[in-house]
Structures are given as C-alpha cells and as structure tokens.
C-alpha cells in the first residue's frame, strides 16, 4: 500500500502565491507519474498538472505560465507552485501517486484564493 499526503493549502489573496508539498511513502518501486489535480464544487476532478518519474511535465491549459510542478524521486515528492493565483483557483487540490500496481490519491488540501 501506498499513502499520500498533500500539504501547503490555505487563504491566499488573489496574486499571491502558494506551495504545495506531496509526499508518498510505503511500498514504493518505481514512480511512473505523480500529478495534481483539483476539484471545486460542482465539477468534476481535473488535472492541474503531473510529471512522469523521467521527468517529463504536463499541464492543463489554465496552469501553464503560473504553476510550475517539481519533483524530488529520492523523498518521493512533488510540490506545485502556484504563483497569480486567481479566486478560479480555488478548489481542493489532490495529489495522485501511480507506478505499475495502481494508482493512489492523497485527502486533498483546501485552496482558497479570496480578497
């Protein structure tokens, strides 16, 4: 089993900017992709943005130019930052983690982009 845990949410005013940390941990092997993902109320769970264990990113059309994903393989860690944040970023952001045996989500942390 795997578990993930996202953290780094809260209130930021619209321009600013946030960080967000994912950290998976258990039975790790070998990474295949670990993206974010968020969802507001209402709508369905999108991708925001994912990078494959070689490296390669990708990103929804709304982050691309503002939000920058990172990956760290030795602490089996992404982080997502997120500059000029608009308040039609705000959503609970989820971390997913995948390698060859599935595919594992994180609780999801509160962003919440309001003046």
């Known amino acids: 089993q795997v578990q993930v845990v996202e953290s780094g949410g809260g209130l930021v005013q619209p321009g600013g900017s946030l960080r967000l940390s994912c950290a998976a941990s258990?039975?790790?092997?070998?990474?295949?992709?670990m993206g974010w993902y968020r969802q507001a109320p209402g709508t369905e769970r999108d991708l925001v943005a994912g990078?494959?264990?070689?490296?390669?990113?990708n990103y929804a059309h709304s982050a691309k130019g503002r939000f920058t994903i990172s990956g760290d393989n030795a602490k089996n860690t992404v982080y997502l930052q997120m500059n000029s944040l608009k308040p039609d970023d705000t959503a609970v952001y989820y971390c997913?983690?995948?390698?060859?045996?599935?595919?594992?989500w994180g609780q999801g942390t509160q962003v919440t982009v309001s003046s």
């Open positions: 990078i494959s264990g070689a490296g390669v990113r």
């Open positions: 997913k983690y995948s390698d060859q045996y599935g595919a594992f």
């Open positions: 258990g039975r790790i092997y070998s990474i295949n992709y």
